[in-house]
């Protein structure tokens, strides 16, 4: 943007926005599968959903640029020898990014890591090193940009318009997840595609462009409240996420303005999901869910545990050090079958849950999402033999005085 005026940069991107296609506008279902770090997602399941005519997104969170290469790799492929019921004429996977933040003050870390010793001498296993790092930003970066995919969507923050701009140069589109209508407008003003609007139901870390505890006691946003709030600051496509469970809800997002629906927690039990056994068994239950920073520093929605209720309130805001540090504890939960030491990340609705594959799950959502937007367009419809009234004459007739 350097050499050019505001201006010129913004008619510059509206010129480049009518010569292009959205891939929201070529999806033949608008249902988004979540990017899903940590464990779930795999090649096999973004694969499944694009092909499925959804759109499929491989999570880059925690993996090193070179592993997140042969994921793609694998995802190409896989989508590639699928049977394809759709004319597009790119790769139509995403690929997720974490924005890297800033460190956190050791002392709050030391401290937090001193309550957790009890139990990491019960689970047999040292703490790990509680470290900042940037997950390989500049890196991840260069290889999307190198190997480019349909979308690069990213979370915790905005990208700088250079990076965004660079990304459009590769042929990329770019989403930014918000949670906020301020975080909406910075989106759209640094040259964002698409916002991922993230409702306060969601599974998984909340994305706000900072994790500040002091805003704890705000709330999120609701998503129907946030789409309503964000389409009034913002006038590009929306994907809904947080909380969408069934077809009724995706009806809903729609009717309230969304292009599509991003599922997160709907596609836990596929099969092709790379979700932990434990963690499988948790979601076929029933527990609350809630808010806590215990397993990574950061906020993040999941089903209540032992751990979530011992240290939630003790948790700092510092990731990605908690994170590292409490690897190893949530590895050996997972290896010795107890949800009371693993992240079981869940959005509110996690126990309409369906153990089905991903393409079934998509095709299933998509008709029952037919049905309930029909449904609900009849309550609207006028009853046979019209509404015997021109519309816009709201009832009888005022009486005139007698
Ligand atoms: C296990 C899990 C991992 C997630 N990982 C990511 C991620 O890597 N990047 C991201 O942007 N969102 C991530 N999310 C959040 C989703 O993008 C989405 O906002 C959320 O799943 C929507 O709510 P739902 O789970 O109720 O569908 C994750 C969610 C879950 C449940």
Same mark, same amino acid.
């Given at each position: 943007?350097?050499?050019? %005026?505001? =201006? $010129?940069?913004?008619?510059?991107?509206?010129? #480049?926005?009518?010569?292009?296609?959205?891939?929201?506008?070529?999806?033949?279902?608008?249902?988004?599968?979540?990017?899903?770090?940590?464990?779930?997602?795999?090649?096999?399941?973004?694969?499944?959903?694009?092909?499925? +005519?959804?759109? +499929?997104?491989?999570?880059?969170?925690?993996?090193?640029?070179?592993?997140?290469?042969?994921?793609?790799?694998?995802?190409?492929?896989?989508?590639?020898?699928?049977?394809?019921?759709?004319?597009?004429? !790119?790769?139509?996977?995403? /690929?997720?990014?974490?924005?890297?933040? #800033?460190?956190?003050?050791?002392?709050?870390?030391?401290?937090?890591?001193?309550?957790?010793?009890?139990?990491?001498?019960?689970?047999?296993?040292?703490?790990?090193?509680?470290?900042?790092?940037?997950?390989?930003?500049?890196?991840?970066?260069?290889?999307?940009?190198?190997?480019?995919?349909?979308?690069?969507?990213?979370?915790?923050? &905005?990208? $700088?318009?250079?990076?965004?701009?660079?990304?459009?140069?590769? +042929?990329?589109?770019?989403? /930014?997840?918000? %949670?906020?209508?301020?975080?909406?407008?910075?989106?759209?003003?640094?040259?964002? !595609?698409?916002? /991922?609007?993230?409702?306060? $139901?969601?599974?998984?870390?909340?994305?706000?462009?900072?994790?500040?505890?002091?805003?704890?006691?705000?709330?999120?946003?609701?998503?129907?409240?946030?789409?309503?709030?964000?389409?009034?600051?913002?006038?590009?496509?929306?994907?809904?996420?947080? @909380?969408?469970?069934? +077809?009724?809800?995706?009806?809903?997002?729609?009717?309230?303005?969304?292009?599509?629906?991003?599922?997160?927690?709907?596609?836990?039990? &596929?099969? $092709?999901?790379?979700?932990?056994?434990?963690?499988?068994?948790?979601?076929?239950?029933?527990?609350?869910?809630?808010?806590?920073?215990?397993? %990574?520093? =950061?906020?993040?929605?999941?089903?209540?545990?032992?751990?979530?209720?011992?240290?939630?309130?003790?948790?700092?805001?510092?990731?990605?050090?908690?994170?590292?540090?409490?690897?190893?504890?949530?590895?050996?939960?997972?290896?010795?079958?107890?949800?009371?030491?693993?992240?079981?990340?869940?959005?509110? %609705?996690?126990?309409?849950?369906?153990?089905?594959?991903?393409?079934?799950?998509?095709?299933?959502?998509?008709?029952?999402?037919?049905?309930?937007?029909?449904?609900? @367009?009849?309550?609207?419809?006028?009853?046979?033999?019209?509404?015997?009234?021109?519309?816009?004459?709201?009832?009888?007739?005022?009486?005139?005085?007698?």
């Amino acid at each position: 943007m350097s050499s050019l %005026t505001l =201006r $010129e940069h913004l008619v510059e991107r509206w010129v #480049t926005s009518l010569r292009h296609e959205l891939l929201l506008d070529r999806l033949a279902v608008p249902i988004v599968l979540a990017p899903l770090a940590g464990g779930p997602s795999t090649p096999e399941l973004t694969a499944a959903v694009s092909n499925a +005519g959804g759109f +499929g997104f491989l999570a880059a969170g925690y993996l090193a640029a070179s592993a997140l290469a042969e994921r793609l790799e694998r995802t190409r492929t896989l989508a590639e020898r699928l049977e394809r019921t759709r004319t597009l004429t !790119d790769a139509p996977i995403g /690929v997720n990014l974490f924005i890297p933040g #800033t460190s956190a003050p050791p002392q709050a870390v030391d401290a937090y890591a001193a309550r957790l010793a009890d139990d990491a001498r019960q689970a047999g296993v040292e703490l790990g090193a509680a470290r900042f790092d940037d997950d390989d930003w500049a890196a991840k970066l260069e290889l999307l940009m190198a190997t480019p995919v349909a979308v690069v969507s990213f979370v915790f923050g &905005c990208p $700088e318009p250079e990076v965004i701009d660079r990304f459009h140069d590769a +042929g990329s589109e770019v989403w /930014v997840t918000v %949670t906020r209508p301020d975080e909406a407008r910075r989106a759209v003003d640094a040259g964002a !595609d698409a916002l /991922v609007v993230q409702g306060a $139901e969601a599974g998984g870390h909340r994305a706000s462009f900072r994790d500040d505890p002091a805003a704890d006691v705000i709330g999120g946003i609701g998503l129907l409240s946030l789409l309503q709030l964000v389409r009034a600051e913002a006038d590009i496509p929306l994907v809904a996420t947080g @909380g969408i469970a069934t +077809g009724a809800a995706i009806a809903a997002v729609l009717a309230a303005g969304a292009a599509a629906a991003q599922l997160g927690t709907a596609f836990l039990r &596929c099969p $092709e999901a790379g979700t932990a056994a434990v963690y499988r068994q948790a979601l076929a239950d029933n527990a609350p869910t809630a808010m806590t920073r215990a397993f %990574t520093g =950061r906020l993040a929605r999941g089903i209540r545990n032992r751990f979530l209720d011992r240290y939630s309130a003790a948790a700092p805001a510092a990731y990605p050090e908690l994170h590292h540090l409490t690897a190893p504890l949530r590895q050996a939960g997972r290896a010795a079958g107890d949800p009371g030491l693993v992240n079981l990340w869940a959005g509110q %609705t996690y126990e309409l849950g369906h153990q089905l594959p991903a393409g079934q799950l998509v095709r299933t959502l998509a008709e029952e999402a037919r049905a309930a937007l029909q449904h609900a @367009g009849d309550r609207l419809s006028p009853p046979a033999g019209g509404l015997g009234e021109e519309v816009g004459s709201a009832g009888p007739a005022p009486r005139s005085p007698s």
